[in-house]
């Protein structure tokens, strides 16, 4: 009968060392946390660009600014959008306070294209619109954005009054609602 206890002994010892190596438990757990939608921050460079001149030696409007001129610049090297946006661009037209009774033949303004380019997004408005454009940004977007201004225009091949000309470019970048 001894022997019979003492063997019945080690085993539950041995039992309870070895309980707890056989036992495991396993609970996962959830952990959450959030992004907010956001815009780096833009600012561009202020100093104006200069277009140079606007006529030809004729008097008449130049097809295309002049080579030399400052008709592109970047605004920022890696803007970014962590989230769908938009970008309201509007150009108002170029005019001096100059003027003339002579309207049939001569003008104070003179239109052009705005062209914004942001990563793959393009898009572009005239001067003549009086609103503006939306571009559409369905995604995050990150990488260098342009501004170029191209096709100078008058109406009906007015010749433009002599005089400093001067128009403004508006960016506006807004997270989609």
């Given at each position: 009968?001894?022997?019979?206890?003492?063997?019945?002994?080690?085993?539950?010892?041995?039992?309870?060392?070895?309980?707890?190596?056989?036992?495991?438990?396993?609970?996962?757990?959830?952990?959450?946390?959030?992004?907010?939608?956001?815009?780096?921050?833009?600012?561009?460079?202020?100093?104006?660009?200069?277009?140079?001149?606007?006529?030809?030696?004729?008097?008449?409007?130049?097809?295309?600014?002049?080579?030399?001129?400052?008709?592109e610049r970047e605004l920022a090297?890696?803007?970014?959008?962590?989230?769908?946006?938009?970008?309201?661009?509007?150009?108002?037209?170029?005019t001096t306070s100059n003027s003339?009774?002579?309207?049939?033949?001569?003008?104070?303004?003179?239109?052009?294209?705005?062209?914004?380019?942001?990563?793959?997004?393009?898009?572009?408005?005239?001067?003549?619109?009086?609103?503006?454009?939306v571009i559409a940004v369905p995604?995050?977007?990150?990488?260098?954005?342009?501004?170029?201004?191209?096709?100078?225009?008058?109406?009906?091949?007015?010749?433009?009054?002599?005089?400093?000309?001067?128009?403004?470019?508006?960016?506006?970048?807004?997270?989609?609602?």
């Open positions: 009968m001894k022997t019979t206890l003492l063997r019945a002994t080690l085993w539950l010892g041995a039992s309870l060392y070895a309980a707890p190596a056989l036992a495991q438990d396993t609970d996962t757990m959830n952990v959450q946390s959030q992004v907010a939608p956001f815009c780096s921050e833009f600012t561009a460079n202020p100093a104006p660009m200069n277009l140079g001149s606007l006529t030809g030696p004729t008097g008449q409007i130049v097809s295309s600014f002049a080579g030399g001129a400052e008709t090297t890696s803007f970014y959008c962590n989230a769908p946006s938009t970008v309201t661009i509007t150009a108002t037209p170029l003339t009774t002579d309207t049939a033949s001569f003008t104070s303004r003179v239109d052009y294209t705005a062209t914004l380019v942001w990563d793959d997004i393009n898009g572009n408005v005239s001067s003549t619109a009086a609103s503006g454009a995604e995050a977007n990150i990488g260098p954005m342009k501004l170029t201004l191209s096709n100078p225009a008058v109406v009906s091949n007015r010749r433009p009054v002599a005089g400093d000309y001067s128009g403004q470019v508006t960016l506006t970048i807004a997270l989609a609602q």
